[in-house]
T-cell receptor, first 112, second 116 residues
Framework: GNSVTQMEGPVTLSEEAFLTINCTYT??????LFWYVQYPGEGLQLLLK?????DKGSNKGFEATYRKETTSFHLEKGSVQVSDSAVYFC???????????FGSGTRLQVQP | DTEVTQTPKHLVMGMTNKKSLKCEQH?????MYWYKQKAKKPPELMFV???????INESVPSRFSPECPNSSLLNLHLHALQPEDSALYLC???????????????FGPGTRLTVL
């Protein structure tokens, strides 16, 4: 079936470090891909999205590129802040479906 | 504005109680969703409404009863819940465009439900 796999967490970084959170998806169909962020005690916020191959989503210094050849949508940020500490979910939505399929989530902890 | 609001923020109920969760959006979206999120897990889809009609029910027990009174509101009625139903309940909405590309879902802050 259609699935999303994320790297296990927690990821612990120092402030201003470079961040990569890996996300891969099964190569069925042409899904739209999303990154959502969940801060402690809150709901999910859309961070960025890409709807077709080679699209790059970006927001608040975060970027992810839809790579069809590697079936990946890795999240990157050049310099993380303490305020970026949260759980990050990679998700896909397949054309004609309404359900988001989420990865397991990756907790990011940024230390001052 | 991409705001989805949910009330209450927290809810504690006994197994014999009846309560309702409420969700509202004013973005003109015509699809609305309920998700359930257990601790340290991703959200799981429960229900989808499209143009105020139930279009997806992911085999959710009948003690959860959704209702969509109009295009801006979505309710989840709760009755005779079990302690294992304790979770964060998230509402989301999206446009229901006729194009083939899937629409972005925007989430509310959630209701944290505890069943005693």
């Amino acid at each position: 079936g259609n699935s999303v796999t994320q790297m296990e967490g927690p990821v612990t970084l120092s402030e201003e470090a470079f961040l990569t959170i890996n996300c891969t998806y099964t190569a069925t169909g042409y899904p739209s891909l999303f990154w959502y962020v969940q801060y402690p005690g809150e709901g999910l916020q859309l961070l960025l999205k890409a709807t077709k191959a080679d699209d790059k989503g970006s927001n608040k210094g975060f970027e992810a590129t839809y790579r069809k050849e590697t079936t990946s949508f890795h999240l990157e940020k050049g310099s993380v802040q303490v305020s970026d500490s949260a759980v990050y979910f990679c998700a896909r939505m397949d054309t004609g479906r309404r359900a988001l399929t989420f990865g397991s989530g990756t907790r990011l902890q940024v230390q001052p | 504005d991409t705001e989805v609001t949910q009330t209450p923020k927290h809810l504690v109920m006994g197994m014999t109680n009846k309560k309702s969760l409420k969700c509202e959006q004013h973005m003109g979206h015509r699809a609305m969703y309920w998700y359930k999120q257990k601790a340290k897990k991703p959200p799981e889809l429960m229900f989808v409404y499209s143009y105020e009609k139930l279009s997806i029910n992911e085999s959710v027990p009948s003690r959860f009863s959704p209702e969509c009174p109009n295009s801006s509101l979505l309710n989840l009625h709760l009755h005779a819940l079990q302690p294992e139903d304790s979770a964060l309940y998230l509402c989301a909405s999206s446009q229901e465009s006729s194009g083939r590309r899937s629409d972005t879902q925007y989430f509310g802050p959630g209701t944290r439900l505890t069943v005693l």
